[in-house]
């Protein structure tokens, strides 16, 4: 091992003193797929993806997805603090801006998107418990295609029977025809006159194409760009054109093509000074850091004639896309223009900013003479640090009825006053065998509340502090450090070493040593060991492990199960099984199938069934209720059947199942519902506890509205209502919520309000009204400013009782990205 990567494992153990606190999010990150663009997102706990907004038949730069946490520890379940990640663009791929606002005390989770640009977004279920897959159906103008090669352009004259008319527009409005996408630049693109209604016409033309087969295919891509594009059949246009009329190309069976095609008739004086004025605009775009306007005014230019402005317009948008974080939209304008302008003024320019965008051109790889072979030693590093302040207040008015007359009481009380600092960071280190990578997570929460040094607190908790070192042609992957567990019945935090080394073509072995970091029990000496044979890809969709862990406390045998997954992963249907079973207590511990199947007419159906022990079998569970603090003292009073009988009264019976569906109703709206029912069994008498019973069953139906684009290109609306029955009470709830982006995603509005009303089966009545609103401003291209307030007030209407409630909660704070 080398001294860097010595030096990076000691950093990663100096910060495992700190306590250990859980994070919803893993990790987000582009993941090998056949055919498409896929970005995964892994949480640190078992989750059910829900359904997304907009629609995946709808383009879009801003989207929310909603989904359940199924199981997580209660650090996850209880977060307020807010997340977010960012991943870079690559081939082919958009930059994606991620953030996560949990609400503690809502089931149903958001999460938004933000991409560089509008894209076709399939939302689904990953190949296990804890990943959701976003995956990108296709991209928008200006990229290379990932949906397979396109039909080969018909290059004899004989064989150009096909074109596809892309779009039409007026004979005065033809300038500003917008630009071809780069997947169709090896295609002939024209414009032709036309007339319509005795109204001129344009038409933007692509071609050619020997079989209408080969026109339809290519005119089902351009459909995401060029909504109105047809297919022409050659033949039959010269059969209606006037005889004398100069026809783009007759058909094999008239006569040859021309060799050049016509172009718009426009005064080679108008077409310069367009050009020089559009170019003038997206300058001063530009300057002003308007990028999109930049990009707007530039494809104007280059849709033009060829004129004296034409190669500076071709550098600047090569400038703007890569100012925008957009590398291989730079890439690609770059060199056009080397192949258009090989001795233009700015090719010596444009030639360094290929070379320092990792590019070697053609003049660069002639001069080398066999070319230049990549040096993939690379240090990077992305991530992001973030502050916040979370403040609050609380004001209740009772009135109590009681013997002498009515009592009234005010308690006002500041409820917190925290500040929040957090971080997310991953070093990177690449050669051309290996991978190296040095990733911390954490936060520290300060209490500025407290009015005395001893109930003062200031927390230092580390999610993930680790060492990944990854042997490309051996794929041996050695971890060192916080980390989660490697799956199957090996769950939760530890701290210590990871292996996994692949034995045979789709099969692998995960190994794991080291000790709890998240444990529900303060125990003495804890030690954990784990291994697990995992398969992928059998009969192409299916794949699974087996797992044996073993938990020891003083030397005793704290946990030690077994437990196997069952997965099905293909384009559509998803399917997760996991059954986890304690040796020690001969009991199922945990056993949970989901499933989302991704169905025509852009329906979406989900479900969950999950039963297992809260808090998870282990024997060590006995203190708790007994107030010990080592395993074996407790074992020196009691039998081992009687520590067990213990620890099996502390953990509950926790069932749930859940189904939902959704649908797109139409381009802009789509419904959804969802039932869910959930029960946590009884708990009897045991040490300090009291018994507890049974919750009885509670059944959640809830039905959603969202629409999106109402107004505007980017504003997703939520109307919901939720009813609960349960056997001691009934709830109604009614809920909206908005995201808007503004001035290209620069500003977000998120304004919502929540009604609840709710009856037990005392006459109680409570009844809670909540306003809120939050807002976010793209401060640059890595910093961002959010801010939060939410106003509750309430009412709660007794037999003898009637109290009002007022609460404010906020927070504002700052994250920034870096890469």
Not at 232 to 245: D, N, R, V
Not at 529 to 546: C, I, R, S, T
Not at 761 to 782: C, D
Not at 799 to 809: A, D, Q, R, W, Y
Request: proline share 4%.
């Amino acid at each position: 091992m080398s001294k860097r990567i010595v030096w990076i494992v000691g950093a990663a153990l100096a910060l495992l003193a700190q306590a250990a606190a859980a994070q919803t999010i893993e990790s987000l990150d582009w993941v090998e797929a056949s055919g498409t663009s896929v970005a995964r997102l892994t949480f640190s706990a078992s989750v059910r993806f829900l359904r997304q907004a907009p629609s995946p038949a709808t383009a879009t730069d801003l989207a929310q997805l909603s989904f359940q946490i199924v199981a997580a520890d209660e650090q996850v379940t209880g977060q307020t603090v807010e997340e977010g990640k960012r991943l870079g663009a690559a081939a082919g791929r958009p930059r994606i801006d991620l953030v996560y606002v949990p609400v503690p005390k809502v089931a149903t989770k958001l999460l938004t998107l933000r991409f560089s640009e509008k894209v076709l977004l399939q939302v689904r279920q990953g190949p296990g418990a804890r990943t959701i897959d976003l995956v990108f159906k296709s991209r928008m103008a200006g990229d290379l295609s990932a949906e397979g090669a396109l039909p080969e352009p018909a290059e004899a004259p004989q064989d150009r029977r096909f074109a596809v008319v892309l779009q039409s527009t007026l004979a005065d409005q033809g300038a500003q025809m917008p630009r071809i996408p780069a997947e169709f630049q090896n295609y002939d693109v024209y414009t032709q006159p036309s007339e319509r209604a005795g109204v001129k016409r344009v038409d933007l033309v692509l071609g050619f194409f020997k079989t209408q087969q080969d026109a339809q295919a290519v005119r089902q891509r351009a459909l995401e760009r060029f909504p109105q594009a047809a297919v022409l059949s050659l033949a039959e246009a010269a059969a209606k054109a006037a005889p004398a009329a100069a026809a783009p190309v007759a058909a094999a069976s008239v006569a040859a093509a021309p060799s050049v095609q016509p172009q718009i008739e426009t005064a080679v004086s108008d077409v310069d000074g367009q050009g020089e004025a559009l170019l003038a605009k997206g300058r001063s775009a530009f300057a002003e850091r308007r990028f999109q306007d930049a990009i707007d005014a530039t494809n104007q230019a280059l849709m033009l004639p060829p004129n004296p402005s034409s190669p500076a317009a071709q550098e600047l948008i090569g400038q703007t896309w890569e100012a925008m974080s957009q590398p291989d939209k730079a890439r690609a304008e770059y060199q056009l223009y080397l192949k258009l302008y090989p001795q233009g003024e700015a090719t010596g320019r444009i030639t360094q900013r290929l070379a320092s965008l990792g590019v070697a051109t053609a003049a660069t790889a002639k001069a080398d003479g066999a070319g230049l072979k990549a040096d993939k030693k690379r240090l990077s590093a992305t991530g992001s640090v973030s502050q916040y302040y979370y403040g609050g207040q609380t004001k209740t008015d009772s009135l109590v009825n009681i013997a002498t007359g009515i009592d009234q009481s005010t308690l006002t009380r500041t409820n917190q006053s925290v500040l929040v600092s957090s971080w997310d960071a991953t070093g990177r280190y690449e050669t051309d065998d290996s991978v190296t990578k040095l990733v911390m997570r954490g936060s520290r929460s300060d209490n500025l509340a407290s009015e005395s040094a001893i109930s003062s607190t200031t927390q230092g908790l580390v999610s993930a502090a680790y060492v990944d070192y990854r042997h490309l042609p051996s794929r041996l992957d050695v971890r060192v450090g916080r980390q989660s567990a490697i799956g199957g019945s090996l769950f939760g935090l530890f701290d210590g070493v990871s292996m996994a080394l692949p034995v045979a073509e789709n099969y692998k072995v995960d190994a794991m040593l080291g000790v709890p970091a998240n444990t529900l029990v303060s125990a003495p000496q804890q030690a954990l060991a784990g291994v697990m044979l995992e398969a992928d890809n059998l009969f192409e969709h299916w794949g699974g492990n087996v797992s044996l862990v073993e938990q020891t406390t003083e030397g005793i045998s704290d946990r030690r199960a077994i437990g196997t997954e069952l997965r099905y992963f293909g384009e559509s249907l998803s399917m997760y099984a996991q059954l986890d079973y304690d040796i020690n207590f001969n009991a199922i511990n945990a056993f949970t199938v989901q499933g989302s199947f991704q169905g025509p007419y852009d329906t979406t159906v989900t479900m969950l069934l999950d039963d297992r022990k809260a808090p998870s079998l282990q024997l060590s569970d006995a203190l708790i209720s007994q107030g010990g603090a080592s395993l074996s003292s407790l074992l020196q009073a009691n039998s081992m059947a009687a520590v067990q009988g213990f620890a099996l009264a502390t953990a509950a019976e926790a069932r749930q199942a859940m189904v939902s569906l959704s649908r797109a109703l139409s381009s802009k709206w789509q419904g959804s519902m969802d039932l869910r029912y959930s029960e946590v069994g009884a708990l009897p008498a045991v040490g300090n506890f009291q018994a507890q019973p049974a919750t009885g069953a509670q059944y959640n139906v809830s039905f959603q509205l969202t629409g999106s684009n109402l107004y505007s290109s980017r504003d997703i609306n939520g109307f919901n209502v939720s009813f609960i029955t349960s056997s001691t009470m009934n709830g109604t709830q009614l809920a909206y919520n908005n995201l808007t982006g503004f001035m290209d995603n620069k500003i977000s509005l998120e304004p919502s309000i929540r009604y609840y009303t709710q009856t037990d089966n005392a006459q109680t009545k409570i009844s809670r009204i909540s306003p809120g609103l939050r807002v976010s401003y793209k401060l640059s291209e890595r910093a961002n400013l959010m801010a939060e307030g939410i106003y509750e007030t309430s009412q709660t209407d007794g037999l003898t009782n009637h109290e009002t409630g007022e609460s404010v909660f906020f927070y504002l704070g700052y994250r920034y990205d870096f890469q």
